[in-house]
Structure formats: structure tokens, C-alpha cells
């Protein structure tokens, strides 16, 4: 008897377009591995703007109210809370609110998924969180409980796997999940490097897996501009850093216009500071747009190169995109940026590098080897062999499917 899959999202398939580059690439052969799957999204507001494989179903998830009089019953609850405070870190009023409010609402979430799971959830189907936080709380919880029994498995990626990266400091709650996971698939091999150091005792339940982009219709040769062509990819957020570029661009003195795409809490920062950039820098900012209007716009136009200054990372899908192109990367060395801008794709750099240098990279750009027509074909065959969704995602069906 064939499996069903149940995938839970962010806000997959609904209006997210950050999202669905990750995940649609994914779902296309896990549709085709799978009898059936079922889409379970935390945010379902929005409309969905792509289609998806016949054998997909969105569950409507109704929130039912659960008092605190229900969580007192749970001994589980308490069990869990008890132990956090066992940390010394955890004992003062901060982190107690904090671990207390964060618990319960993942107890509440998994006890919606009870009434849906009684007419969906067959023993042999799997479940599979693409993200390491909120579902895989609550399914750990669940299978903590034994109320559910069903394997459970995990993609991590940056945000959700860095403890560096929680606002706490530390993901809580951490050895829950570990516990309860079955098998956790890292995009990059610095993730299981880090969790494997972290956690040795779960060292067998974790797996590299890589992410993929799809196979571009047609890449149309564009003619070199006289003005440097640089892309950036990502929100508008803290640690995505946008605001350096503009402090890159103030020192460069060749002709360049830099084109960003997505949207943040930092746009204002961003929209006063090139108002000051010199007359040779030209800048248009995209906002948040839909995922197939970024790959229209590398198909129509001849990007020299593409630019992330993030803090930390996983391995960014916008960086995958570039590279199915044929664009060089320009980025830091931060998390695992390393495993995809190396001397075959771009250039990688210092984080505590001077600024200025990377002005004067760019500058001396037209003078480099990554400008050469064989070095972005070098680029394209790296994409070819590590970052396929075609290869990558149908070896991934295979192997959760026979978990």
C-alpha cells in the first residue's frame, strides 16, 4: 500500500512567495512518490497564485480553543516545563513567561491536529515538518504523548536550526524535537556538522540533504551592458544586512546599477540611503514580488553578479536560482555559504572584511575572470551537478518514501 505524505508549512501554498521557492520545486516529485499529500500551512490567509500536483490536499485547520484547566491535565505539559527550569538559564521571569506562553501554544496546535489526523492519518503515512520549529514542536509533543505514533522527519535550514539565531539565544526545547524526530535532513553539510557537535547522542538522526532549483527553460545570451548589472535577493530584515550594500556602492566609481528584490522592516533605511549614492550608481528596488518574476527578469537581462551580505545562513534558494543562470556570487562566509560560492561560482569573503575592498573588487569587476563568458558557464555546470531539483528532490522522495 502506497504512503501518503503530510507536509507542514509556514504559509505554503498561500500568498507567500518566499516560501514557495523552496518548497514547490520539492513538492513536484514528492507528489509523484507518493500516493497522496496532504498540505498542512500555519498561515492560511492569502490566495494561492501557482498550481499544484493533482494528488495534493490543503487542510483547513479550525482552531480549537484549549483552556488552561485542559493543559493542567496534561501531565506532559508540566513534565516538560519542570524540566526547563532544571537549566539555571532558564529560571528567571523572562525565560519562564517565555518557555511557559511557548509551550502552551504548541500544546494548543497540536490538539487541533487531533480531529483532522482520526480522518487522514493512516499508520503508514509520514510526517514530514519542512521547517525545524513550530509544527515539529507540536508533532513532537504529540508523539511524546503517544498520540500519535506515525514517523516523523525534519528539514532544517538556518533560522531554525542556529541557536544564535532564536531571540532567546537558545532554540527552547530543542531535545523534545531531537527525541521525537525520527530523521533530521540538514540542507548543508555545516548543519549536521553543527548539530552532530551539539548533540551527539541524536548523531545517527541526522542527514544531508540538498535543496534544488529547476531546470530553466531557456537562457538567452544578453549582450553585455557598459553598466555592472548587481542583483540582491532577500528581505529587509536585521540579519540580512541590505543596509552594507549601499555602503559598498558609495565607493564605487565605475558605471553600476544594483536591483534588489524583497521587502522588510529595513526598507525605509534602505530607500535613504542611496538617495546619497554618487551619480554613477543607479538603484531600483523590486519589493516582495512573485518568485517567477525574479527568473524572468535573469532570463531577460544580463546580470553580472549577485551580492548577499547576510550575518548568517543556511544555503539561500535565491543564491541556487543565480547560479542556474550562470551569475557569479559575491557573499560572506558565514554558516554555509561556503559549500556553494567557491572559486568555481564567485568570490567569498571575509565577514570582517573592509568594506572598501569590496568596493574595489567590484570597481576592478570587468578586469576579473568571473566576468568571462567561460567562468558563468563554470558557474551553470556547478548548479548542474549540485543543486538540480530534478536530481536532489527526486532522490529526497526516495529516500523519506523508504524511511
Known amino acids: 500500500m502506497k504512503k501518503n505524505l503530510h507536509l507542514f508549512t509556514s504559509s505554503f501554498p498561500f500568498n507567500n512567495a518566499l516560501e514557495s521557492n523552496f518548497i514547490l520545486p520539492e513538492l513536484l516529485?514528492?507528489?509523484?512518490?507518493?500516493?497522496?499529500?496532504?498540505?498542512?500551512?500555519?498561515?492560511?490567509?492569502?490566495?494561492?497564485?501557482?498550481?499544484?500536483?493533482?494528488?495534493?490536499?490543503?487542510?483547513?485547520?479550525?482552531?480549537?480553543?484549549i483552556s488552561l484547566g485542559?493543559?493542567?491535565?496534561?501531565?506532559?505539559?508540566y513534565k516538560t516545563l519542570l524540566n526547563s527550569i532544571k537549566n539555571k538559564e532558564h529560571r528567571s521571569f523572562y525565560y519562564l513567561k517565555y518557555f511557559y506562553s511557548f509551550l502552551k501554544k504548541k500544546q494548543a496546535l497540536g490538539h487541533n491536529l487531533l480531529p483532522i489526523f482520526s480522518k487522514t492519518l493512516k499508520e503508514e503515512d509520514l510526517l514530514y515538518t519542512y521547517w525545524f520549529d513550530e509544527w515539529n514542536y507540536a508533532l513532537s509533543l504529540l508523539k511524546?504523548?503517544?498520540?500519535?505514533?506515525?514517523?516523523l522527519i525534519s528539514r532544517t535550514h538556518g533560522f531554525d536550526l542556529y541557536n544564535e539565531r532564536h531571540e532567546t539565544g537558545k532554540i527552547p526545547f530543542r531535545d523534545i524535537q531531537l527525541a521525537n524526530t525520527n530523521q533530521i535532513f540538514s540542507i548543508s553539510n555545516t548543519g549536521v556538522n553543527y548539530l552532530s557537535q551539539r548533540y551527539p547522542k541524536f548523531r545517527s538522526k541526522f542527514s544531508f540533504s540538498r535543496l534544488g532549483t529547476l531546470k530553466v527553460d531557456c537562457i538567452k545570451k544578453q549582450e553585455k551592458d557598459k553598466t555592472l548589472l548587481l542583483v540582491s535577493c532577500s528581505s529587509i530584515v536585521p540579519v540580512k544586512q541590505v543596509h552594507l550594500i549601499p555602503k559598498i556602492l558609495a565607493n564605487v566609481t565605475?558605471?553600476?546599477?544594483?536591483?534588489?528584490?524583497g521587502d522588510g522592516s529595513g526598507k525605509l533605511e534602505i530607500k535613504n540611503a542611496i538617495k546619497s549614492l554618487p551619480k554613477n550608481?543607479?538603484?531600483?528596488?523590486?519589493?516582495?514580488v512573485e518568485n517567477k518574476n525574479v527568473l524572468s527578469y535573469y532570463k531577460e537581462n544580463h546580470v553580472d553578479l549577485f551580492i548577499n551580505?547576510?550575518?548568517?545562513?543556511?544555503?539561500?534558494?535565491?543564491?541556487m536560482e543565480a547560479?542556474?543562470?550562470?551569475?557569479?556570487?559575491?557573499?560572506?562566509?558565514?554558516?554555509?555559504?561556503?559549500?556553494?560560492?567557491?572559486?568555481?561560482?564567485?568570490?567569498?569573503?571575509?565577514?570582517?572584511i573592509d568594506l572598501n575592498l569590496i568596493s574595489s573588487f567590484i570597481n576592478d569587476f570587468k578586469n576579473s575572470?568571473?566576468?568571462?563568458?567561460?567562468?558563468?558557464?563554470?558557474?551553470?555546470?556547478?548548479?548542474?551537478?549540485?543543486?538540480?531539483?530534478?536530481?536532489?528532490?527526486?532522490?529526497?522522495?526516495?529516500?523519506?518514501?523508504?524511511?
Open 281 to 288: 550608481v543607479t538603484t531600483e528596488l523590486k519589493g516582495k
Open 254 to 261: 565605475i558605471p553600476i546599477k544594483w536591483v534588489h528584490f
Open 70 to 77: 485542559v493543559i493542567k491535565k496534561i501531565d506532559l505539559f
Open 144 to 151: 511524546k504523548s503517544r498520540k500519535v505514533k506515525n514517523i
Open 309 to 319: 551580505v547576510s550575518k548568517s545562513e543556511g544555503i539561500p534558494v535565491s543564491m
Open 323 to 352: 547560479i542556474s543562470f550562470g551569475i557569479p556570487l559575491l557573499g560572506f562566509n558565514v554558516g554555509a555559504i561556503s559549500e556553494i560560492i567557491n572559486k568555481k561560482t564567485g568570490k567569498l569573503l571575509d565577514e570582517k
Open 29 to 65: 516529485y514528492t507528489s509523484q512518490k507518493f500516493e497522496h499529500v496532504y498540505i498542512y500551512s500555519l498561515n492560511q490567509k492569502g490566495n494561492i497564485t501557482f498550481q499544484l500536483p493533482e494528488n495534493t490536499t490543503i487542510i483547513e485547520i479550525k482552531e480549537r480553543k
Open 369 to 403: 575572470e568571473l566576468y568571462l563568458d567561460n567562468y558563468r558557464l563554470s558557474v551553470l555546470n556547478y548548479w548542474t551537478k549540485n543543486y538540480s531539483a530534478e536530481h536532489n528532490h527526486k532522490k529526497f522522495s526516495e529516500i523519506i518514501y523508504d524511511i
